[in-house]
DNA sequence: GTCTGCATGTAACTGGTTACATGATTAT
DNA sequence: ATAATCATGTAACCAGTTACATGCAGAC
């Protein structure tokens, strides 16, 4: 149960509404960990009544009212709980590995397209991440506090993605079958 | 929606009762797509009604009678039809670097603790994996059909599991703050 | 007598996705 | 005109987890 904390995360950072945390789940945090403003403001409601965030109602114009939300005392408290807590290392949940593992019952040709469909996405998942590293973090010696957090996080889904396109690329050369 | 067509797969290679997939699943195929035993008798069970496979009651002695399944000609052709299908490419969701972009707001010894414990156990699986594809596929230039696609996404493993483990140890010397 | 393995299931719940719904403003 | 952006939600559904349930055989 991790979208409440990577909410109470994103909001730590900077308060916002559910549309505001919809468009940082589009991007930045949204990277590690996916989530549609459906959820979003589902899980927003719960949290409120949890008395983990605190909301006002900011009136706008031009545009429509929005529902600010903070971090609420109890959602410190729970935030610093949930990161000292031991979780479940990540597991890989991989649909084109068993399509691989499948080979033998499907199309050959089909299967080495779609291989490289995904090389291809993940090579400019990779690209992004690089280019937002280069931007944002361009001495990464330096970096201390929050900065170097996302840093390193962002250095993680460099490590996945550079991962992900040299599979695919030994696949592809393994299935190539020259 | 792939535990279905990770299950035909998976008795395409061999047929066997919901108990038998089961165990499977707690290694090799379960490695790249996990399934509870409750899950799989629910789902080979909607796949009976749908076609998908069909069940043999096969009476035991000393040991209680079991259902043994084996993929269907509507299976074969479900399974070819999902391997060509494009499939959208695998999306990192990890609760662990969510902590590690929090952690202004926790306590940052018992991060790196964290972050130490699943650096182990990632290296632990790499281990596993890399025993397991010593053991199997010795000579992994020889090899082609199944038995190749079993190696090369043993191999998938290997390279996910390897870049968790150098991942980790790069966010254990930042945080060290030596 | 207790634990492990074999074997199959039901029921309740949680988390996440997809579709539907509304309505103003601004840019092309 | 039409699409995109801002803004918030409901409802139905699907996938997956956890807990509960049963019962025999064989090993320690």
Redesign the interface.
Known sequence: M?LE??I??SL?EREGSGYELTRRFDRS?G????ATHQQIYRVLKRMDEAGWVSSVHVPQEGKPDKKVYSVSAAG?VE??R???E??????????????????????LA??RA?VA??RD??AE?LALYRRLADKDFPEPGALS??A???Y??L???I??E???V??CT??LD??EGR
Do not use: Y
């Open positions: 991790a904390h990577a109470l995360v730590a945090i990277f590690f960990w996916r410190r935030l610093e949930w990161i000292a031991p979780g479940e290392p990540v597991e890989v949940r991989d649909e084109l590995a068993v399509k691989i593992r499948g080979a033998a019952h499907g199309d089909a299967l779609e469909r995904h996405a993940h998942r506090g929050t170097l957090h996302q390193l996080v250095r993680g889904g490590s996945a550079s991962g992900f040299t599979w030994e696949v393994a299935l």
